[in-house]
């Protein structure tokens, strides 16, 4: 909660269609109260597990991984639907993400869904859409012991005989087959006061790069600066309506006048994000003003099975 996520938003966007929901909740800094937001949901469904981080054993954002790979352990049914606390589901996708579950219950062909995605920038009417912003997720999995989160959580993939260490194996792993379902999820990830915004952005260099790679940038005052998201005015505009449980959340946005909307089109921070970067810039307007929007070399972690296959 410090680091201002809206993870109880995340928790009640899907609690309607859910069983259960498990929580893999850290060992948080002692003045933390993401524990009281959960318990304030007041649902039955909800379980919360205590779990250890451990950035030494699990590097290079591993942890990520091995933390949400502990949720699932704990999970029962047929499909696990996983978010992660700055992803939140509209209320109008639950009966579209419902009924598409129950469709391909018993085509073992398909071993997860796949979701498009919005990632929401400095405020909540402006996202990103560059090359270097995914497009599709998994986020819907089979309950199946060799399924794992993958890399830094961002991903799932078959890894049988897994080692439960390196997350960020490449050989002998196995990417998912996956149906795509009609629904979106809202990434509010980069909507955060500016000042936040940079703590978030230490805390997770910590999680990826280790103490000492942080200490390093501390001493040049990399993380002195209050972020600059850059200017908002050149991102593709967002016209649709937020979902419900973020409603309260949204009205406590008041940093607009922190933020750019003139000026400089990238962001002017000490450590330049991928998609400011001049190669990147050059990629994605080829691909928005020449290829009609068709990605160059689009990663892609899953085998996407078309719907002629099983219908």
Partial sequence: MKLYYPMKQSVMSILPIV????????????????REE?????SDKIKI???VWDIEKYPRGMEHAHQTDIAKEHCNGEWLFYLQSDEVIHEKYLPVIKKRCEDLKNDKNIEGLLFNYIHFWGDYEHHQDS?????????IVRNDPEIHSWESAQSFRRIPDFDEINYRRQEETYKLHVASVDAWVY???WVRPPRVMQSKIKAFSINHRG???VQ???KLKMFDKVFDYGNLSVLSKFNGGHPEVMNEWISSFDWKSQLRY??????LNPVINKHDKLKYRIVSWIEKKLLFGIRLGEFRNYILIKKSSFF
Avoid: M
């Fill in 211 to 213: 103490k000492e790679s």
């Fill in 131 to 139: 090359h270097c912003w995914y497009r599709n997720e998994i986020r």
């Fill in 262 to 267: 003139s000026g400089p089109a990238r962001s």
């Fill in 38 to 42: 959960i318990l304030s949901i007041g």
């Fill in 19 to 34: 069983d259960e929901f498990i929580v893999a909740l850290g060992d948080s800094d002692e003045d933390d109260i993401t």
């Fill in 216 to 218: 390093k940038q501390e």
């Fill in 49 to 51: 597990i205590d779990t």
């Fill in 187 to 189: 990434h509010y990830g």
